[in-house]
């Protein structure tokens, strides 16, 4: 897990990462201690006010939250976004470190 083994980098940028998962609770610990993440995973069990809210609810038709990035400043306003076109495709951390230098300097 990438952001995983470069989130030093990101606490050094004085930048905070939440995950937000749409599955339900059942796999929630196993993912946990599968991927140790240093950071917050916010579990909301199938509730989909979030994604909603982000404007990445059910894009393809297929009722699922599309994978997204979005950097949000300590200001509350989006600074950066990225959305994925499936499932499987994610932003490299490599990038989002790039983008938080962008934001924060």
Known sequence: MQLRDQYEQIEALHAEVIAVSTDDLTGAEHAVKQFGAPFHIAYTSGDSAVPRKYGVFNLHGDGLASTSTFIVGKDGQL????????????VAAATIIEQLKAVTN
Do not use: N
């Not at 600074?79 to 994610?90: A, D, L, Q, T």
């Open 79 to 90: 600074k950066w976004s990225f959305i994925g076109k499936r499932y499987s495709e994610h």
